[in-house]
């Protein structure tokens, strides 16, 4: 296909597989695309989501509640639908929470979008009424939020909580909330203009399976998974000298050009009591700096090993890089890099206590810098989940502390904005008007989902919750378990301020990027997706073939 010149417009030239779709076409197109993913997600929102299992390519399978986790397993080719991956993806990294709730809304938006173009409303009001409207609830946000002190335990406790209802952390939801906030008050330090500053690269959570989720324990310092590696070494030591060092305790492998030749057996010693030569010195290296316990990160030769049970010298080899990054802090002593340039200034004092029973070495430092989640599971499959949900409460627990406010859940927060903003709407004029009631309306999607994924009858909870509202209950929301309407701050639900307006701007931004499209210009089918044509570029408009595996 291609196009003459035409008055004023630049010529597309196209190839013959190429194909092209315009104006609503193109819209429509791109919406359902977009709607597609999000409303695959929408089943598992809020404490009575299902879950989903996800099969890859090499058949692993994940079972997870988490937005975000779902929607990158998905594998999705088609360029739309990854704007809308993109959300879940942005709502992670700057929140760690609220994927779902940001897709589901950026879906809804979209929804509603199609039906004011179908009332011929042009794209460009659309896009300006969202943009005012995700203005307008983020500013509201602050009005409904409630302010948490970082010493307040209880209210951390029902961040946490939250957080973590109807995931694989939820059983367990009393101890391991306790735990999560435990530990983030354990590297939360007060800065000098009296803010909190939350230093996670001080927090460390190691996984075990075989034991029950309840029995996760929290301990200072680090874990490490590891043996000594002899048997006569020492295991433990109240103020150890430590070495963290990444440099193989090993014999220097020769030039590769220097084949070495050995013509008679005297040569053959000679060559031997060389590399004994080099691994004793190595050793002596390490003990005269005075190091009582080596992490190495490389391996460590037999002979060596000997040399330093010996020496009574504790020696951990093959060190996982993390584990050493983590024990550094933990310790606050460098990682040696090269056995000759070591010295006494480079070691540090800690505690070293070995657990016979779980086969783990504990590891303190004087200060005691830094905690371990020692996080069980009685198998790998709900380990692996509930680290991820594990990992959402960390997150919003430390948000919670540095940004310091807190928003009622269970819908309430949504329906409150959403009736701040058709208020605000009047202030609006013409068609962006429409827009923002649009997008009010689609707030109120979560607490419908909320309602329907626990089989509650939507509609009418949602007249209920707009009429608490208008008589001034800002925090009514949905209890997903009674049914019932109820001030959530109060019951416990409550979810992090920035979460929230970060999941608001980025919906917003996701269905505006998708409405100003209105020209697909493909080098492949659009239908059958383009890597199944040769001339076709990397992320062409394919369909959703990789969805499959994933529903
Ligand atoms: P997301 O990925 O968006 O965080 P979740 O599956 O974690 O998705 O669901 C979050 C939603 O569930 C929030 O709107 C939150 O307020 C709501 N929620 C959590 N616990 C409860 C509860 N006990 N009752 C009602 N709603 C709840
Ligand atoms: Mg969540």
Not at 318 to 323: A, G, H, L, M, P
Not at 365 to 385: I, Q, R, S, W
Not at 486 to 493: D, K, M, Q, Y
Request: charged residues 30%; glycine residues 10%.
């Amino acid at each position: 296909m291609s196009q003459r010149m035409q008055q004023g417009q630049p010529m597309i030239i196209m190839g013959d597989d190429a194909q092209r779709v315009k104006d609503k076409d193109a819209q429509e197109y791109n919406i359902s695309a977009a709607r597609g993913v999000a409303e695959s997600v929408r089943s598992t929102l809020g404490p009575k989501g299902m879950d989903k299992m996800l099969v890859d390519s090499t058949g692993d399978v994940t079972i997870t509640n988490d937005g975000v986790t779902i929607l990158q397993t998905m594998d999705i080719d088609n360029p739309t639908a990854e704007m809308i991956v993109e959300v879940a993806e942005t709502q992670e990294d700057e929140a760690g929470d609220g994927t779902t709730s940001a897709v589901a809304i950026a879906g809804e938006l979209l929804k509603t979008a199609e039906d004011l173009l179908e009332q011929d409303i042009h794209p460009t009001a659309v896009i300006k009424g969202f943009n005012l409207a995700s203005e307008y609830a983020r500013e509201q946000v602050d009005e409904v939020a409630t302010e948490v002190d970082p010493d307040d335990t209880e209210a951390l406790k029902s961040v946490a909580e939250t957080s973590m209802t109807g995931k694989g952390a939820e059983l367990d939801k009393d101890v391991l909330a306790d735990l999560v906030v435990r530990a983030i008050q354990g590297v939360t330090v007060e800065a000098d203009d009296g803010s909190h500053v939350v230093d996670l690269a001080n927090l460390n959570i190691e996984t075990r399976t075989g034991r029950a989720a309840g029995q996760s324990r929290l301990l200072s310092g680090a874990v490490i998974d590891k043996d000594s590696v002899h048997e006569d070494m020492p295991t433990d030591f109240e103020a150890a000298d430590v070495l963290l060092l990444n440099d193989p305790i090993e014999v220097e492998e020769a030039d590769v050009d220097t084949a070495v030749n050995v013509e008679s057996p005297d040569q053959l010693q000679r060559f031997l009591d060389q590399e004994e030569e080099q691994l004793r010195e190595k050793v002596d290296k390490i003990v005269e700096s005075g190091a009582d316990v080596v992490f190495c990160q490389k391996g460590i030769d037999d002979l060596a090993q000997h040399y330093l049970a010996k020496e009574g010298v504790l020696a951990v080899r093959r060190t996982k890089k993390s584990d050493l990054t983590f024990l550094k802090n933990v310790l606050g002593a460098p990682i040696v890099s090269d056995l000759d340039s070591l010295t006494a200034d480079d070691l540090a004092v800690g505690s070293v206590t070995r657990d016979t029973e779980e086969e783990l070495f504990y590891v303190e430092g004087e200060d005691a810098h830094g905690v371990t989640l020692l996080l069980y599971g009685t198998t790998e499959h709900v380990v692996d989940e509930l680290e991820r949900g594990i990992q959402d409460a960390i997150d919003v627990v430390s948000t919670t502390v540095s940004d310091g406010r807190t928003l009622p859940g269970g819908g309430a927060v949504e329906v409150e904005l959403a009736r701040r903003l058709r208020d605000h709407a009047d202030s609006v004029s013409g068609r962006e008007q429409l827009a923002v009631e649009a997008f009010a309306d689609s707030l109120e999607l979560i607490p419908r989902v909320l309602a329907e994924n626990a089989g509650l009858d939507a509609i009418d909870l949602l007249v209920d919750l707009r009429a608490a509202h208008e008589a001034g209950d800002t925090e009514a929301g949905l209890n997903v378990f009674s049914g019932e309407v109820e001030n959530t701050t109060e019951a416990g639900v409550v979810e992090t301020a920035h979460a929230k307006e970060q999941a608001i701007a980025s919906a917003a931004e996701a269905a505006n990027l998708v409405l100003k499209i209105d020209d697909i210009i493909s080098a492949g089918d659009l239908s059958t997706g383009g890597d199944d044509d040769g001339g076709a570029p990397a992320g062409g408009m394919g369909g959703m073939g990789g969805m499959g595996g994933a529903m």
